[in-house]
């Protein structure tokens, strides 16, 4: 009861804290209003464009930090003097509030008459405490859109709205009013509704944008580094890990010096005319180690499939005479499809292998005259069989597609950033 001034205390606080105007001051020392050159605003992006690089970084970084402070400062304090009790300020109100609460006072500081940024520095430093996955998950939007357009605020956009969909992919068992859920849903919004200038003159094609070589040749690097980790490891574990893997066991499982941690049980030393079942239970042990491997190699395929489509279309619309950039694109585009689609496949597959497994497992008991069992065992091999052929053919066609714009990459545009297009 005597902590019931706490909230108040700590959100009043960050508030005033997320309030105080770095890119208004900072502009104010050099003798400019802010207000008055540019865009107007008072954030990172305007400040670097009025007087630099270099106080645009320093800017970005002072917001970056009132954001994550006063969540650190009240996570800090929830873990040394609360106790128990109230529950609800450890279900994560404490600190989620104090971060709505900077990042609002950033967005509408009463210090300058709620005349605020967009709070993109300062929503970042409160959600790179609050969720580093995501966190990271969104820099990296940032970077691929940011270096595919120059385009800062179409890419902070992006940035928001990857927030929201990789927290919820990322912690699936939060819900819709659990705290930390409320604030991306809440903060994404607000970055919209700040954007919403921006959002009219990327609609009519004339949005500012980044000068200088530096994003498009970021485009570049990003577009070849993740296409060549995209093929090495699609070609690696197609062609390589996984057949090798199938090879040893199915090999083990043959073998009758096998070792201790592999018997042969009764079940599996029947050998009939349908089943080898010695090569039957080296097939389910590789396909078992084979199994957790899969959602990484789908999110690994997803995270290259994004930023190279996003970097080739960008260069589409850039070079629309040439092209040898509307291929790379389509080629890109078709692969991430694949991948898209083999990702539910793929969990078809896995949840047919049960009852494939349980009908082979129900034959290899029965007599060799069980004709039901016999037929059960065949029809759940062969909808398990046809579910897999989708899924290498997808997986192959992934890999034609990945290695044809590989090919590709000797034919990169030349792009200045005053030639990349808006979004539209």
């Known amino acids: 009861m005597g902590l019931w001034w706490l909230p108040a205390f700590v959100w009043t606080s960050a508030y005033l804290v997320g309030a105080i105007p770095f890119g208004y001051l900072v502009a104010r020392a050099r003798g400019v209003d802010i207000f008055q050159a540019g865009s107007g605003n008072i954030g990172a992006t305007n400040v670097g464009r009025i007087l630099g690089k270099k106080f645009g970084i320093l800017v970005f970084v002072l917001d970056f930090a009132k954001g994550a402070l006063p969540v650190l400062a009240a996570l800090w304090w929830k873990n040394q003097h609360l106790s128990e009790e109230p529950a609800w300020l450890h279900e994560g109100w404490l600190e989620v509030g104090a971060g709505l ?102 609609l009519r094609g004339n949005e500012n944008r980044m000068k200088g070589d530096i994003m498009p040749n970021l485009a570049k690097t990003l577009h070849v580094l993740f296409l060549g980790l995209w093929f090495g490891s699609v070609v690696f574990f197609s062609f390589v890990a996984a057949p090798l893997l199938f090879q040893a066991f199915e090999a083990l499982g043959k073998n009758p010096d096998r070792p201790e941690w592999f018997p042969l049980t009764q079940t599996f030393a029947k050998v009939t005319e349908e089943l080898d079942g010695t090569k039957e239970q080296g097939s389910r042990a590789a396909g078992f180690a084979v199994g957790p491997i899969f959602p990484w190699y789908f999110l690994l395929q997803g995270a290259c499939g994004f930023v190279t489509a996003v970097t080739a279309l960008a260069w589409a619309r850039t070079n629309r005479t040439e092209r040898v950039h509307s ?61 897999h052929m989708v899924s290498l053919v997808l997986n192959f066609v992934t890999v034609l597609g990945v290695g044809a714009a590989l090919a590709l990459a000797t034919r990169l545009p030349q792009l ?6 808006a979004a539209s």
Request: hydrophobic share 55%.
């Open 416 to 421: 200045d950033s005053a030639q990349v297009p």
């Open 327 to 387: 291929w790379r694109a389509n080629l890109l585009i078709l692969a991430l499809a694949c991948v898209l689609i083999g990702w539910p496949v793929e969990k078809k597959v896995t949840d047919l292998r049960g009852p494939r497994n349980a009908a082979t497992h129900a034959y290899l008991q029965a007599s060799e005259t069980d004709a039901a069992a016999l037929e059960t065992m065949k029809q759940a091999r062969r909808e398990f069989f046809t579910w």
């Open 101 to 202: 609460a900077a990042f609002l006072g950033h967005m509408f500081p009463v210090y300058l008459g709620f005349r605020g940024g967009k709070g993109v520095a300062t929503g970042a430093g409160v959600v790179a405490v609050l969720f580093p996955g995501a966190f990271l998950g969104a820099v990296f939007v940032w970077l691929t859109v940011a270096g595919a357009t120059s385009i800062v605020s179409l890419a902070s956009l992006a940035a928001a709205a990857a927030l929201v969909g990789l927290h919820f992919a990322v912690s699936p068992q939060l819900g819709w009013t659990d705290p930390r859920s409320l604030f991306c849903l809440v903060a994404a919004a607000l970055v919209f509704v700040r954007h919403r200038s921006n959002l009219g003159r990327l």
